[in-house]
């Protein structure tokens, strides 16, 4: 289990060598290992600790005023899950959390898609458009057979 010296009394185990190998300067920490995680930070920013903490900083405020921006726009007009997602692209510039759940969230939309595109999920959900659809005509004709053409703010009360 000597995998550090051979000289007596020094005991490196592996992780421990790992450990103290990803803080050597220009490795990223320990998170650009070729599987695309880490921060995208210029290498300038990521060799100065306070600064690339500042930069850590700023992208954290700028995502999450994004992603606020988005949560208010679920009820409100406009894009809000597009705006959301844009905020955790932001994060997963930096954010090793936020580029998982980003992965996450593509392979669950992925996925989502391809089972869309399958024929016998396809016909059930023509199907199930077809049943509402004929449900809201009901509705609209029951609505027109009670109070006729004249729209809701028009009637009058009796």
């Known amino acids: 289990m ?3 010296s051979d000289e007596p009394g020094e005991v ?3 992780a421990d060598r790992a450990r ?10 320990g998170r650009g290992t070729g599987d695309g995680l880490g921060s995208r930070a210029p290498e300038f920013v990521r060799a100065r600790r306070l600064l690339h903490l500042s930069w850590q900083v700023g992208v954290f405020v700028v995502g999450l005023a994004v992603v606020v921006a988005g949560i208010v726009m679920l009820p409100l007009p406009g894009p809000g899950w597009v705006v959301i997602f844009g905020g955790m692209a932001i994060w997963a510039t930096e ?9 996450w969230t593509k392979r669950k939309v992925t996925e989502a898609a391809q089972r869309a595109l399958d024929p016998r999920v396809r016909r059930r ?3 199930l458009t077809a049943i509402g659809l004929v449900i809201v005509a009901v509705l609209v004709g029951i609505y027109v057979g009670q109070f006729g053409l004249v729209m809701p703010w028009k009637i009058k009360d009796q």
């Open 95 to 103: 954010f090793v959390w936020a580029q998982l759940a980003l992965r």
């Open 2 to 4: 000597n995998t550090g």
């Open 125 to 127: 959900n023509i199907t």
């Open 20 to 29: 103290t190998d990803r803080r050597e300067p220009g490795h990223n920490n």
């Open 12 to 14: 490196v185990m592996a």
